[in-house]
Nanobody, 113 residues
Framework: QVQLVESGGGLVQPGGSLRLSCAAS????????VNWYRQAPGKQRELVAR???????NYADAVKGRFTISRDNAKNTVYLQMNSLRPEDTAVYYC???????WGQGTQVTVSS
């Protein structure tokens, strides 16, 4: 069964860091682009970061310089390192691949003092 599972979220203070993980079943991340999205209550789902099969990365302007997407092919896992977190980063974060239409549960990130 194809499945994507996000983990690593939590409650952090402004300026703190979190590392999100995206693990996949029946999807080979080494030959797929992988995207991280986030969605805050009442807002559209937003593309945050992307890593291609070739290793190229792209980031939303709001997170450039603070977030880093990476991939560990041995573990078939994609990560989102989130530094210098701000309250506006608060959202549920999801990972996905372009061809897969189902969304996982996501992982909640809350940045608050």
């Amino acid at each position: 069964q194809v499945q994507l599972v996000e983990s690593g979220g939590g409650l952090v203070q402004p300026g703190g860091s979190l590392r999100l993980s995206c693990a996949a079943s029946k999807i080979d991340f080494s030959v797929n682009s992988v995207n991280w999205y986030r969605q805050a209550p009442g807002k559209q789902r937003e593309l945050v970061a992307r890593i291609t099969a070739g290793g190229s990365t792209n980031y939303a302007d709001a997170v450039k310089g603070r977030f880093t997407i990476s991939r560990d092919n041995a573990k078939n896992t994609v990560y989102l390192q989130m530094n210098s977190l701000r309250p506006e980063d608060t959202a549920v974060y999801y990972c996905n691949v372009p061809w897969f239409s189902a969304w996982g549960q996501g992982t909640q990130v809350t940045v608050s003092s």
